[in-house]
């Protein structure tokens, strides 16, 4: 790896580049031979992919961290140049050739080139415009574009370093820092604490076998994976005294084939019955398979009660066994559906999260008989990831104008809210970083 990450000038490299050029060239004039020449913009996929990894990876080995703003300063320095450049003398020469109504499309697409958009320009061009590459003199852009996303998100993806197993003294360790949070906040005025274990947090990682595959005491049987869970419980409980409250917040399921499940649910609820909990919130899925955001129920053509309350059947189950009161999050905002899952019998309490995001006061209404429901705004892409990103990210846009002193706004754009969320992950991510670097 060390040599692949040095710096030097490669002659070859530019050889190859070179020799993509060509091919793509050819293939544009049509030289007998060069059918296939396209494939040169591959080469230089792989070149650019391969130079650009180096330098991502670099950054990781040396800082142990991605350096964004240098990252794209120089990716905009290195491109933007030549790019104005294409865009200024293809301009001149598109006025002297193009009729009015492909100019504009042209000044649309300068546009798109610039902001590293042009695949979604062209792509989302159709009807009259949608003649030939010819008359799109910028279309070569689209690869570029297609490019500068990827950077956009590679590095992101690489914020997060590699998982490892911990080792049986880290395992101990964890289990203290969390009796030690409970008692910090205990110190801190708080009246009690939740332990959450689910949503593919850590707790529920050593829960689930599918991303816990160790073989010691904290691996293999469900009774060895709950055991990190009941080691917090009994360590928060001895630490903060039996007056302070404690709750667990379980996964009735994890929506993955293989993964923890209903039943495995019931029993670490049985083995839950045996420790002091106040009660259990129950929830589902994890980012990989988002149910605590509504992805599972989308799917779902059951009643309108079961799509509403995402785990009320689940609730229903589990209620069956344990003796602690039962708490259930997910799709409720109206009292009318909040008011059901209380009759249902299954639950004591409901959880309620986006909706406050959108009004502060529906607690307030409600127990004053206001029938206030509240809207989630609709995110309309196929993509569940892109879904579930964008509903985060509207409700924390509200969270932050309300923590503000602002008012939640009842609309907002998705694709803007990902981005800001996203930016602003970063932002803190990085504060927290250097905070524990002081510490
Ligand atoms: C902005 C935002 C942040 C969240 N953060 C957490 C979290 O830190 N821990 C957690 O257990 N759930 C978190 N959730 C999930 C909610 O607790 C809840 O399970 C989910 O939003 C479904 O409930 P709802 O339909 O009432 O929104 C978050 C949800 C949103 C929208």
């Not at 000044?107 to 009807?127: D, M, Q, T």
């Not at 996303?149 to 360790?173: H, I, N």
């Not at 001895?238 to 917040?249: I, N, Q, S």
């Not at 344990?322 to 209380?342: C, N, S, W, Y």
């Amino acid at each position: 790896m060390a040599n692949l990450l040095q710096t030097k000038y490669w002659p070859h490299i530019d050889g190859l580049r070179a020799f993509a050029v060509m091919a793509v060239l050819f293939f544009h004039f049509k030289t007998p031979g060069f059918s296939d020449g396209y494939l040169g913009v591959d080469i230089f996929f792989v070149i650019s992919g391969f130079l650009v990894s180096r330098l991502i990876l670099k950054d990781i080995e040396e800082f142990e961290k991605v350096r964004f703003g240098r990252f794209f300063a120089r990716r905009i320095r290195r491109l933007f140049p030549t790019l104005a450049a294409v865009c200024v003398v293809t301009a001149i020469i598109a006025y002297g050739l193009l009729d009015n109504e492909r100019l504009t499309a042209f000044g649309k697409s300068v546009g798109a080139a610039i902001i590293s958009l042009s695949n979604i320009n062209f792509w989302s061009e159709s009807g009259y415009f949608d003649t030939g590459s010819d008359t799109k003199p910028l279309l070569h852009t689209w690869s570029l574009s297609v490019e500068e996303q990827f950077y956009l998100f590679w590095p992101a993806a690489k914020m997060f370093t590699d998982a490892r197993a911990l080792k049986a003294d880290e395992v101990k360790a964890m289990i203290t820092r969390f009796a030690d949070t409970a008692e910090a906040a205990k110190s801190a005025g708080f009246d009690g604490v939740q332990i959450h274990a689910a949503h593919g947090y850590l707790v529920a990682q050593f829960l689930s076998p599918l991303s816990n595959l160790r073989e010691d005491e904290w691996g293999g049987s469900l009774e060895n994976r709950a055991r990190f869970l009941l080691e917090i419980v009994r360590a928060v409980r001895e630490r903060t005294g039996k007056k302070f409250g404690l709750a667990v917040k379980l996964n009735s399921a994890d929506f993955q084939r293989g993964g923890f499940d209903v039943d495995d649910a019931k029993q670490v609820v049985k083995w839950l019955n045996k420790e002091s909990v106040d009660f259990v919130e129950l929830s589902g899925g994890s980012y990989e398979s988002a149910a605590m955001a509504g992805a599972a129920e989308e799917d779902n053509p059951s009643s309108t009660m079961l799509r509403e309350i995402y785990f009320i059947e689940f609730a229903k189950e589990i209620e069956k066994i344990a003796k602690m009161p039962l708490m259930v999050t997910g799709g409720i905002t109206k009292r009318e559906t909040a008011e059901m899952a209380m009759e249902s019998g299954a639950v004591e309490i409901v959880g309620i999260a986006r909706a406050y995001g959108y009004n502060p006061y529906i607690a307030r209404d409600w127990a004053a008989g206001q029938n206030t429901d509240v809207r989630l705004p609709e995110v309309k892409s196929k993509n569940k990831t892109f879904k579930v990103l964008a509903t985060m990210g509207m409700t924390k846009a509200n969270l932050y104008t309300m923590g503000e002193g602002g008012m939640p706004k009842a609309k907002r754009s998705p694709l803007i809210a990902v981005i800001r969320g996203q930016m602003k992950q970063a932002k803190l991510t990085k504060q927290y970083r250097k905070w524990l670097d002081q510490a």
